[in-house]
């Protein structure tokens, strides 16, 4: 997900409401040109999904 300044908090609400995990939170290079999900405008972060660790299994 991208988000603009002006919309980082909604983008966070969003992100958070659909992976119901707290996202990393990037700068984007000025080079990169994407849109913010909510008005479309060009994003200055980016919010991406960190990997959770995989629960090691109890071996017995
Ligand atoms: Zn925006």
Redesign the pocket.
């Known amino acids: 997900m991208y ?2 300044e ?2 980082i908090d909604f ?1 966070m609400e969003d992100f958070i409401d659909q992976y119901n995990a707290a996202p990393t939170l990037e700068l984007i290079k000025a080079t990169e040109d994407k849109p ?6 060009h ?1 200055v972060y980016s919010l991406t999904l960190e990997e959770e660790m995989e629960e090691t299994p109890v071996a017995d």
């Open positions: 988000a603009c002006e919309h983008v913010c999900v909510w008005c479309k405008q994003a």
